[in-house]
């Protein structure tokens, strides 16, 4: 099978020398643990998200009350350093902080570490914790690589030490990419563990376990401790100090299969406003994530990568309406809300970048079913001229196709298995679009299921697909999955891999640049 190309030194320096024994010590063998005398700890680690050719951000939590300190320098040494005066980290935010680094150089690898000082004493402050990331290139011939991938922790199968935990993030963060792209279902506030699971073949699958992942997640503090508990794995950490990340929600941040304004009849809930739930979910994951626009209290965003992508985060979740069958002939709703949609059509008619990667945390063509008549996503099985929320991906499409946007391409998640559909005008019920891609890669820790039926509303055809032939399979008994783009400077070349852990690359497709349909 293909493998990916090497990273040129360049450009793909890996974390090396003091900076990977700092590392490995920050995140240890064991889970972050806090002490309650002395000086602020990060024992959580550090990452970094949404970068930019001059900018980004930088997380950190503490162990108590703190004034988080950024430090940056072109070289691991920290020889010459820029100093960032970050936010005071206090029980109203979980500890949590996040820090804006402006004035970044581009195209560079930025080392940093994150000191917390105690408010009260600027001269106690603990011991460092040190990461790196490159920052978009201003040259397009620099190039751009990065992965994607999406469901962590879901299905029961949590952080399992007998098996390295989360094992694909040692796999990605070897590949040392650009930046990762989490394409929703972060965690699963919805999936309670068990510590220990058996499995078909004899085996027992070993949880590790916390009061948070024992029941469904309901308060805010409950929340809170959900998203906490991936960086109990020493692998996300390590990969966390290293990779920076964009990350999007769907609905296991919440509830499975949530919307806007739904009552629970789930007896495992006692609050049964969605919407509740909701607002302490997005609150928890704004303390937890690197998140450049959730101040405003919005998830979805452009993050511009250089000359050669842009990434538009699409929220397919919070203006949706009420699942349903989906047949309805006039849905102004639809899944992205007529405000979303209208934002994304301008910002993709005002992209100069090469590529427009819309990173959906929902297929479009894949019939993905609420109960035994609604529908969760978009299509919704009917094989004919759009309905339901199809309407505005309709719409949508239409627009980049008599607007002549060139270079869309649709990652996503979601459905935990991995696949590369192509659509095209000739062989759907609504033609008036130019034919693009759309390709699946998931769970990177999770549950794997069988492969969903297409819907021919916009003629996808499966080129490829992977997946289990029974519903949920540990990652004990499949490999984990996740992609892999990479943008090449010279020839403007974008080529996507769908990837195995183990090492295997499944499938590859290259895209040639400056097409309006592919």
Not at 230 to 237: I, S
Not at 409 to 421: G, I, P
Request: glycine share 10%; proline share 8%; with cysteine.
């Amino acid at each position: 099978m293909s493998q990916s190309p090497s990273p040129s030194p360049a450009r793909r320096t890996v974390l090396r020398g003091s900076l990977a024994a700092s590392v490995a010590l920050s995140v240890g063998a064991a889970a972050p643990a806090f002490a309650r005398s002395g000086r602020p700890a990060a024992a959580w680690g550090v990452q970094t998200g949404d970068v930019t050719a001059s900018s980004g951000l930088v997380w950190v939590r503490s162990d108590r009350p703190a004034r988080m300190v950024v430090e940056t320098s072109a070289t691991e040494s920290f020889r010459h350093v820029r100093r960032h005066a970050g936010p005071l980290l206090g029980p109203g935010t979980d500890f949590t902080g996040t820090t804006v680094l402006r004035g970044l150089p581009p195209g560079e690898q930025v080392h940093y570490r994150v000191t917390l000082v105690d408010p009260d004493d600027p001269r106690r402050g603990g011991e460092p914790v040190l990461g790196t990331f490159r920052t978009a290139p201003a040259r397009r011939r620099d190039g751009v690589r990065f992965l994607w991938s999406g469901d962590i922790a879901g299905q029961g199968w949590g952080i399992n030490p007998d098996i390295g935990g989360f094992y694909a993030y040692e796999e990605m963060r070897r590949l040392d990419p650009d930046f990762f792209l989490c394409s929703g279902d972060t965690v699963y506030a919805d999936g309670p563990l068990q510590a220990r699971v058996p499995l078909p073949d004899g085996r027992v699958w070993r949880n590790v376990m916390t009061e948070e992942k024992a029941k469904v997640a309901e308060t805010l503090d409950e929340y809170r401790g959900v998203f906490r508990y991936n960086l109990l794995d020493p692998g996300v950490r390590a990969f966390n100090a290293q990779v920076p990340s964009v990350v999007q929600w769907d609905d296991h941040e919440v509830r499975n299969n949530w919307y806007p304004g739904q009552i629970l009849d789930d007896p495992r809930y006692t609050e049964k406003d969605v919407d509740v739930l909701a607002a302490r979910s997005l609150r928890a994951f704004g303390e937890y994530f690197p998140v450049s626009t959730l101040h405003t209290g919005r998830m979805h965003r452009v993050v511009r990568y250089g000359p050669l992508l842009d990434v538009f985060v699409l929220d397919m979740r919070t203006y949706r309406n009420a699942n349903s069958p989906g047949r309805q002939p006039d849905d102004s709703t639809g899944i992205l809300g007529a405000g979303q949609l209208a934002w994304l059509k301008r910002e993709l008619s005002r992209s100069r970048a090469v590529w427009k990667v819309l990173a959906a945390d929902m297929p479009l063509g894949l019939v993905v079913p609420d109960g035994a008549t609604d529908i969760e996503a978009v299509a919704q099985g009917d094989p004919g001229a759009p309905l339901g929320r199809e309407l505005q991906i309709a719409e949508l499409l239409r627009f980049v196709k008599h607007r002549r946007i060139t270079g869309t391409v649709w990652l996503t998640a979601d459905v935990h298995y991995t696949s590369a559909q192509h659509y095209a005008p000739e062989r759907a019920a609504f033609t008036d679009f130019a034919p693009f891609w759309e390709f699946v890669s998931g769970p990177l820790a999770a549950g794997g299921f069988p492969a969903n039926a297409l819907d021919g509303t916009f003629g996808p055809d499966r080129v490829f697909v992977r997946a289990p032939e029974r519903g949920n399979v540990s990652p004990m008994e499949s490999p984990q999955y996740f992609g892999e783009v990479d943008i090449d400077g010279d020839s403007g070349e974008l080529t996507v891999r769908l990837r195995a852990t183990g090492g295997a690359t499944l499938f590859t497709k290259t895209l040639q640049p400056g097409r309006i349909g592919q």
